[in-house]
Antibody, heavy 125, light 106 residues
């Protein structure tokens, strides 16, 4: 069964740093683009970052650009999110998600499947 | 920045049809995905490429996308369909989610 398991969440003080990990299994990790998506308590989904299968293309949401760094180690089947200068607004459950892509009539369709179970990051003093 | 707008809530009686909309500028020119999220659980893909159902998703789920609006339709809604639903699309180098719709099955 395709599985994504996040880890590394926890309580961190404002201004602190944290590194999240996402361990992939039961699929060829190096063939897939990956994303991080977060959800603040009681709020909706917010996309955080994207990394291509090779790691050469990376995108960030404006809210985290310059503070968060996405990376991957295809040899370890792992995705990472290094977060710095954390603030209360970063408190959320962080999900990793595998991206699926298809080309349809010259256009690209992208979707996320599956998602991990999430890891909670709480920024508080 | 591109925005996707969903109604905060939709109510439906068991066995009836629920329609959840997602609006965005020329959304029909993009492909839309939909996710279902039940309390305390991770999101689950229920529709991709506007109209395609992943394996394991019941046939009562269907999708459409035209003009400025994408719609997720649940026919013969069941109590187990009560959840939050999110639409999603790509815009340039950014992934955009709608604000989510809470579906209540009364």
């Amino acid at each position: 069964e395709v599985q994504l398991v996040e880890s590394g969440g926890g309580l961190v003080q404002p201004g602190g740093s944290l590194r999240l990990s996402c361990a992939a299994s039961a699929f060829t990790f190096s063939d897939f683009d990956m994303n991080w998506v977060r959800q603040a308590p009681g709020k909706g989904l917010e996309w955080v970052s994207y990394i291509s299968s090779s790691g050469t293309t990376i995108y960030y949401a404006d809210s985290v650009r310059g503070r968060f760094t996405i990376s991957r180690d295809n040899a370890k089947n792992s995705l990472y999110l290094h977060m710095t200068s954390l603030g209360a607004e970063d408190t959320a459950v962080y999900y990793c998600a595998r991206e699926r892509i298809s080309m349809v009539r010259g256009a690209t369709a992208n979707w996320f499947d599956p998602w991990g179970q999430g890891t909670l990051v709480t920024v508080s003093s | 920045s591109y925005e996707l707008t969903q109604p905060p809530s939709v109510s439906v009686s068991p066995g009836q049809t629920a329609s959840i909309t997602c609006s965005g500028d020329r959304l029909g020119d993009r492909y839309v995905s939909w996710y279902q999220q039940k309390p305390g659980q991770s999101p689950v893909l229920v529709m991709y490429q506007d109209t395609k159902r992943p394996s394991g998703i019941p046939e009562r789920f269907s999708g459409s996308n035209s003009g400025n609006t994408a719609t997720l339709t649940i026919s013969g809604t069941q109590a187990m369909d009560e959840a939050d639903y999110y639409c999603q699309a790509w815009d340039s180098s950014t992934v955009v989610f709608g604000g989510g719709t809470k579906l209540t099955v009364l």
